[in-house]
């Protein structure tokens, strides 16, 4: 594993400093290089809690995944560089109101001026750090912010056109270890109630927008304004590789 082959994959030229502003460019680079994906929870390939199993899927094999694949990976890029962060746990809330598997989720916590949450594997979702202290940060995927609901717990939330305030997840910022997601790991790849085992999702962030292939839709966002096309199953190896530069075997 090196680092060098990692920045080399997420278009990052050189290790600048250990600070905010590299913070951002790592994850912004991240989130428009590596596509977060399930492919291989859809063609029943194990995902095991292995960093070194993810390096060689995503940064030499040219792939993606989910939670924890891409933030398991990027602690590891973080923690090498010599960034003080953490691996914490969310629970996702869902566009229904209820609350998915608690604390299956695997996002990140990094210690700079202050704490902050940086997340590369959620999908459509902020692309920089967010602080724990409600300020907003707006992308082009929206603005959002990150509210204390109560000790070590914390909302992570994006507004809607109302303004009003949508609840994404909610994170517990103690720290975890990797293996402390086995559970809520083979249950996302085998369990016939996971949002993951019922379609492909593909999707990946632009410099104005994201591309996301759902079942049998591909979805382009840009500036807000979004298309969405049909696609055949004979369509879709082609347009992995268009989209996302995927080569599956």
Request: with cysteine.
């Given at each position: 594993?090196?680092?060098?082959?990692?920045?080399?994959?997420?278009?990052?030229?050189?290790?600048?400093?250990?600070?905010?502003?590299?913070?951002?460019?790592?994850?912004?680079?991240?989130?428009?290089?590596?596509?977060?994906?399930?492919?291989?929870?859809?063609?029943?390939?194990?995902?095991?809690?292995?960093?070194?199993?993810?390096?060689?899927?995503?940064?030499?094999?040219?792939?993606?995944?989910?939670?924890?694949?891409?933030?398991?990976?990027?602690?590891?890029?973080?923690?090498?560089?010599?960034?003080?962060?953490?691996?914490?746990?969310?629970?996702?809330?869902?566009?229904?109101?209820?609350?998915?598997?608690?604390?299956?989720?695997?996002?990140?916590i990094v210690e700079i001026d202050q704490p902050y949450l940086v997340d590369v594997g959620f999908g459509d979702s902020a692309r920089t750090p967010l602080p724990l202290t409600g300020e907003t940060r707006e992308d082009v995927s929206g603005i959002y912010r990150v509210v204390k609901v109560k000790e070590n717990i914390y909302d992570l939330q994006r507004q809607k056109d109302s303004y009003e305030w949508d609840t994404l997840y909610r994170i517990d910022s103690r720290p975890k270890k990797l293996t402390a997601f086995a559970e809520a790991c083979h249950f996302n790849q085998t369990s016939p109630k996971s949002h993951f085992t019922q379609r492909e999702i593909v999707s990946i962030g632009t410099m104005d927008g994201r591309i996301t292939l759902s079942g049998n839709s591909l979805t382009i966002t840009n500036n807000g304004k979004k298309e969405k096309v049909p696609v055949s199953v004979a369509e879709k190896t082609s347009i992995l590789e268009k989209y996302f530069q995927i080569r599956l075997n």
């Open positions: 594993m090196k680092i060098d082959q990692y920045l080399q994959r997420i278009g990052v030229d050189e290790i600048i400093a250990i600070n905010l502003e590299y913070l951002k460019q790592l994850q912004f680079r991240h989130m428009l290089h590596i596509p977060f994906e399930n492919l291989d929870v859809i063609c029943h390939v194990p995902i095991p809690l292995d960093v070194e199993t993810y390096y060689e899927k995503v940064v030499l094999n040219h792939r993606g995944g989910f939670c924890y694949e891409l933030n398991g990976l990027f602690y590891w890029l973080l923690q090498n560089l010599g960034f003080k962060s953490r691996l914490v746990s969310g629970t996702i809330n869902r566009p229904d109101g209820s609350w998915a598997l608690a604390g299956s989720h695997a996002c990140l």
